[in-house]
């Protein structure tokens, strides 16, 4: 099940505190000020687009880490 959150003209501030990179090199991972956790698709010429907003906590993100498998 994925789950979408709609908002009105003006997308959420996301004042960027961490960036974490995958090992595949396809996603970055960024935590934010405002408690945000934001997934980007990297295409192999470097562009990125959004993909997911995770919200939830209810401080500034300052630490990412990898899950193994």
Request: charged letters at 20%; a negative charge.
């Amino acid at each position: 099940v994925q789950a979408v959150a709609v908002w009105g003209k003006i997308d959420p501030s996301h004042s960027i505190t961490v960036i974490m990179i995958t090992d595949d090199q396809q996603t970055v991972v960024t935590g934010s000020q405002e408690g945000h956790i934001c997934l980007w698709d990297l295409s192999s010429e470097l562009k990125i687009s959004s993909k997911e907003i995770l919200f939830g906590h209810a401080a500034s993100v300052t630490c990412l880490a990898k899950a193994r498998e």
